[in-house]
């Protein structure tokens, strides 16, 4: 047993409580997958092991030492390091400059051809090259996931944590990942690798424990689990009871025809999706967060650029129109993050009137506050924020920002509204009120476009289900067709 | 005509060095992502002071290193206030700017009771003839070409540019980003606090209420047209001592062969090239990117 | 509104602080210094409001610019060539209107020029602004000494004629009409930032450029407008104070030197807000006249001024954040 965790428990200050009594061990010259949905508390558990948050109670044994690191750096002197998601490596530099640096952190004043002579071994291990003068932005991502591996074996550690390693490559790179992976557990390095993926628990992992809404539901020899049974595990038995009425679908308002979008990085982040929206319905888009739902949000609002495709509205081609006609047009966004859907610096009613500013405005531009005013008090009232008008957004809480930034979308009326997230990181008593929100705006006839990570919500709140993974929809059908364990297969990647 | 030539690079070879010290120390500065504006203000503080010390000692390289001590406490302020405080650094090194020079002109008044310039003071003596160069001028060099090895030879270096392009990264692994930046700013600083103090020890010989006239700023523009790159900045302050010895060399000449004109006027339309210099090349020429991508932007650790 | 309060008398006060122990480091008496800096400040409200003038509007060249993230240096360059082209129209046609609409938009084509090098060449404002402060400047020194001097008192450049030149505006009051202007000015600022979609839409831009996104507002237009704006402003200081106060360029410059940096200054303890900017020129304003008259009465250069202003200015840098330098696209 190179690694044991016993009854970790971790309550962050304002009172969420991320891991509850979870126990978790992991052997020498192991995989071992650490699979859950967003939120399960993979990442936080890990974080602990690695020495970067502390514990509130439990006992962390490495080597059969006791032990309590004091940040990263003390974890990875004693043989721990970690891949995150996003990359500890300075794009502008070159791999080989990257290694210096970080060799240059662990033994002051190495000289880079003995940074060199390390390199190439480890490629000659592991029999795969990388560029070492090329610029880390310059490479594909499944390089630079390489580069990235091959510093933290600088270090010759025993134990390395992959945190959704795969989450960012083309099935290629994952098949030369698993590769490298599989040589490594030969040379008897412990591998942890966090996923949501059972396709590849199942093809690369010894053992898997799996991990939900902060409790740890079980540890199996992954041979003796089957996909299905992991998606269970996963997302958990228990449907709450719906409490939508009956749909009653009106005609059709909106229209997406083979839409196509390019992420920040120039990659196709929407592979061809299309789809139907009619009056009175909630149509869900599940999936893991990462597999294009931001840009296909962004590019419905009008916020991003759509490479090939049509956007259609009521039988009017709105591809082309900017996001201010959009909202002009009856449609409405609330992005995930509350960073972005307000201005966190200004006050409550300048807040109000930042997507339907046209609305407040009187002869020559002006703006009429007493209007604007009146909007914000309508909003506070109808949505029970609770904050002054005059103090800066900002200090309200998460829960009354989302109701401002939801109550100001819905008061608008729009015909179509995307929502995204709307209840992520919300306490009981807020989620509960935004999803009857949602609700009765559904019952007035209008159309919503619900994405969220929560199938719980999903499940509650939706007509009409689609599963996005990688860009494309994967299944799409009415509420009654799925099941959870079908929801959690098709968010996985698998078909079902 | 030869003569022309010589004596018009001599004169750059003077003008190049305060223009040199400081980009080459800017360019430590901003590789390590922060940037001083207040340059003006340390090439004006320093001369002051080391005018000052000169005066009274009688000593010009007590006077060059009283330079440095000055530049070295403004880059310790610059330092805390961008770094630890995490202010806004356009604005503190604009303010630093007309304070220095508030305080220099209060100190040469109150001082000398002059309101333009203070008395002459010992200089650092040249050699070789007919090519006047100041000692400083290899030293000068020197320092450029060991910057450049210790930024892009060394790994102290290489970690000193990583704080200036992710510092995220940078501290992940194992790069304390905040010491690393407040010391690439001192050092900076230092470095234009020699080069202040050179101007009036090693060329004009007193310290006078223009004695910048802008050449901090054109020190940043050479920072950013050398790419970040000392050994560029060699080139680039060469190119701009010459821009500054045309300037004060064609208006004589022009005289010279039409006496009637006026000289006084005629040098305000050559004061003008230096400047128009860099706004046109610094236009055309500049490439966008080369800068550190973390350049102005304040860490604020996780 | 306390913190801002709290914010703008912390840096007066320590500025004052460090004021006075210079001034008694070099052996002045220092409270006489002071003393005399605020009664003579304050004594002639008449001239208070002259000089406050061009500050407010130096200020309003640095502060609407700031609020869309933009850093206009350039307001010293601004401020020249407004006096210049002002002067000469004035000289050419005797009509005030003309001169200051002239002043106005030189001093915006310069600052649009400047945003425009930003926008499509990358090359940062600050540069680019200080090159042109000084090439301006010694072009106005020597035109005034070439062209434009006046023959009978050559220390100066050649006057504003006496139609063209804006004086009382109640006479018995004694308050100079250029005063007035400012202050309205500042107040059709205040208007438009806080009153009109346009300024709405350019405050969202510098305070969150993703907001911006989110809601549709364009960036670069917001940029580009603000620079306008901010020139005119700068333009216009230098226009009110050929027609309203000195009528004349002196051959050295010394009565417009300085004025953009002041406006930094005046801006920012001002907090960047048009009222606020009105309040802050006028107390800058008082230290700046003090400072000649305690030049005159305890010999203490007028520099002190500056010194004081600039510490103000590294002071008021401080809780500044990242807010000011975000629109880097």
Redesign the interface.
């Known amino acids: 047993m190179l690694v044991e965790m016993r009854g970790i428990t971790k309550v962050y200050p304002d009172g969420v409580v991320a891991l509850r009594g979870v126990d978790f061990e992991a052997s020498e010259g192991e995989i071992h997958g650490l699979l859950g949905e967003n939120g399960a508390g993979k990442t936080t558990l890990m974080r602990i092991l690695y020495g970067e948050i502390k514990q509130t109670s439990g006992e962390v044994i490495f080597s059969g030492k006791a032990v309590s690191f004091k940040g990263p750096w003390d974890s990875m002197r004693s043989g721990i390091s970690m891949v995150y998601q996003r990359f500890s490596l300075v794009p502008t530099m070159s791999v080989i400059e990257n290694l210096h640096l970080y060799l240059s952190s662990l033994q002051s004043g190495i000289r880079i051809e003995e940074v060199r002579k390390r390199a190439e071994e480890i490629m000659e291990r592991l029999k795969f090259r990388v560029p070492l003068e090329a610029n880390v932005e310059d490479l594909a991502v499944g390089v630079q996931q390489r580069a990235e591996i091959m510093k933290v074996l600088l270090s010759k550690p025993k134990l390395i944590i992959l945190d959704e390693p795969t989450s960012v490559l083309t099935p290629i790179e994952i098949r030369e990942l698993f590769r490298i992976l599989k040589e490594l557990k030969e040379d008897g390095i412990t591998i942890i690798f966090i996923t949501h993926k059972l396709k590849e628990v199942k093809e690369i992992t010894d053992r898997v424990t799996i991990l939900r809404k902060g409790e740890r539901v079980g540890t199996y020899e992954t041979p003796s689990v089957s996909e299905e049974e992991l998606a269970v595990m996963m997302v958990g038995r228990g449907i709450t009871p719906a409490k939508r009425g009956a749909p009653s679908l009106g005609r059709e308002v909106m229209r997406v025809e083979d839409l196509w979008v390019r992420d920040d990085r120039g990659l196709h982040a929407v592979k061809g999706v299309s789809f139907e929206l009619h009056e009175g319905e909630i149509l869900g888009i599940a999936g893991v967060q990462g597999n294009g739902q931001l840009e296909l949000a962004e590019a419905l609002a009008g916020i991003r650029g759509v490479e090939r495709g049509r956007i259609i509205i009521d039988g009017k081609d709105i591809t082309n129109l900017p996001a201010e006609a959009r909202y002009r047009e009856g449609l409405a966004y609330i992005p995930d993050s509350r960073a972005v859907g307000l201005v966190l610096e200004m006050n409550l009613v300048e807040n109000s009137i930042l997507t339907s500013l046209r609305d407040f405005l009187g002869k020559g531009s002006r703006i009429i506050w007493p209007l604007a005013s009146s909007r914000a008090g309508e909003i506070i009232e109808r949505f029970n924020v609770i904050g002054s008008l005059r103090g800066q957004v900002k200090y309200l809480s998460g829960g009354n920002q989302q109701r401002l930034l939801v109550g100001r979308e819905i008061i608008k009326a729009p015909r179509v509204l995307i929502v995204s997230e709307p209840t992520q990181g919300l306490d009981l008593a807020a989620t509960e009120f935004i999803r009857s929100t949602l609700l009765k705006f559904r019952e007035e006839g209008r159309s919503i476009i619900l994405i969220s990570t929560d199938l719980d919500e999903i499940f509650e709140l939706c007509d009409r289900i689609a599963v996005i993974y990688e860009g494309r929809f994967m299944g799409m059908g009415r509420n009654e067709n799925f099941t959870l364990e079908r929801l959690g297969l098709l968010m996985g990647g698998v078909n079902a | 005509m030869i003569e022309d030539i010589v004596s018009l690079t001599s004169q750059a070879l003077v003008a190049m060095i305060p223009l040199l010290l400081a980009s080459v120390g800017e360019i430590v500065t901003e590789r390590s992502g922060v940037v001083n504006i207040g340059l003006e203000g340390i090439l004006i503080l320093s001369a002051f002071i080391s005018s000052l010390v000169t005066f009274s000692t009688n000593d010009p390289y007590l006077g060059l290193l009283a330079g440095a001590l000055s530049g070295l406490s403004a880059g310790l302020l610059h330092g805390f206030i961008s770094v630890y405080l995490r202010g806004d650094q356009i604005i503190a090194g604009v303010g630093f700017n007309t304070f220095a020079y508030g305080i220099s002109i209060l100190g040469l008044i109150n001082t000398w009771g002059h309101h333009g310039a203070s008395p002459m003071v010992s200089k650092v003596p040249f050699f070789g003839a007919p090519l006047y160069i100041s000692p400083l001028l290899p030293v000068a060099f020197m320092i450029a070409i060991i910057c450049w090895f210790w930024l892009f030879r060394t790994s102290s270096g290489l970690r000193l540019r990583a704080c200036g392009e992710d510092p995220r990264a940078a501290e992940a692994m194992g790069v304390n980003v905040l010491r690393m930046r407040l010391l690439a700013t001192i050092i900076g600083a230092t470095l234009t606090g020699i080069g202040g103090a050179y101007i009036v020890v090693g060329w004009i010989g007193q310290f006078t209420r223009h004695i910048s006239a802008g050449r901090g700023f054109i020190a940043l523009a050479i920072v950013a047209l050398s790419g970040w790159n000392p050994a560029l900045a060699i080139a680039g302050s060469f190119i701009f001592g010459f821009f500054d010895a045309i300037s004060l060399y064609l208006p004589v000449k022009i005289q010279l062969i039409n006496p009637g004109l006026n000289l006084t006027s005629l040098s305000y339309i050559f004061r003008i090239i230096p400047y128009l210099g860099v706004l046109i090349i610094v236009s055309f020429f500049f490439r966008r990117g080369r800068a550190p991508r973390d350049l102005g932007r304040p860490y604020i650790k996780e | 509104m306390r913190k801002v309060i709290l914010e703008v008398s912390l840096s007066i006060i320590l500025s004052f602080l460090i004021g006075y122990t210079?001034l008694i480091l070099?052996?002045y008496d220092a409270t006489k210094v002071f003393s005399i800096v605020i009664r003579e400040g304050l004594s002639n409200p008449t001239y208070l409001m002259i000089r406050s003038t061009p500050l407010i509007l130096t200020a309003l060249a640095f502060s609407i610019p700031s609020l869309v993230g933009v850093?206009n240096?350039g307001g010293e360059g601004q401020f020249y060539l407004g006096a210049l082209s002002s002067l000469l129209i004035a000289h050419i046609t005797g009509n005030s209107l003309l001169s200051i609409i002239t002043g106005m938009a030189a001093g915006g084509l310069l600052s649009v020029l400047i945003a425009v090098?930003k926008v499509k060449?990358?090359?940062?404002e600050?540069?680019?602004s200080?090159?042109?402060n000084?090439?301006i400047y010694?072009?106005l020194?020597?035109l005034i000494?070439?062209y434009l001097f006046d023959p009978l008192m050559p220390y100066q450049s050649i006057s504003v004629p006496k139609t063209a030149r804006i004086d009382y505006l109640i006479v018995h009051i004694q308050i100079p009409a250029i005063f007035p202007i400012a202050v309205l000015t500042s107040l059709v600022m205040y208007f438009l930032l806080y009153?009109?979609?346009?300024g709405?839409?350019m405050?969202?831009v510098g305070?969150?450029p993703?907001?911006a996104?989110?809601?549709?507002?364009d960036p670069e237009s917001s940029i580009i407008l603000s620079m306008l704006i901010g020139g005119a402003m700068g333009g216009l200081g230098g226009s009110l104070l050929i027609l309203g106060h000195t009528h004349a360029i002196d051959s050295t410059m010394s009565g417009l030197y300085g004025m953009g940096?002041?406006g930094?200054?005046a801006g920012?303890l001002g907090r960047n807000n048009p009222i606020g900017i009105i309040l802050s020129s006028i107390f800058l304003s008082m230290l700046i006249i003090g400072g000649e008259a305690a030049e005159l009465r305890a010999r203490?250069?007028t520099?002190?001024?500056?010194?004081?202003?600039?510490?103000?200015?590294?002071?008021?840098?401080?809780?500044?954040?990242?807010?000011?330098?975000r629109v880097r696209r």
Do not use: C, Q
């Not at chain 3, 009153?195 to 346009?198: D, M, Q, V």
């Not at chain 3, 996104?213 to 507002?217: I, L, M, P, V």
């Open positions: 210079t070099m052996g850093f240096i090098i060449r990358g090359v940062n600050v540069v680019t200080i090159m042109f000084w090439i010694f072009s020194l020597y000494s070439t009153h009109s979609a346009l709405y839409k405050r969202v305070i969150s993703k907001a996104r989110y809601a549709g507002f940096f002041a930094i200054g920012l203490v250069p520099e002190l001024a500056d010194a004081l202003i600039g510490m103000i200015v590294i002071v008021l840098s401080a809780p500044y954040i990242v807010r000011l330098v």
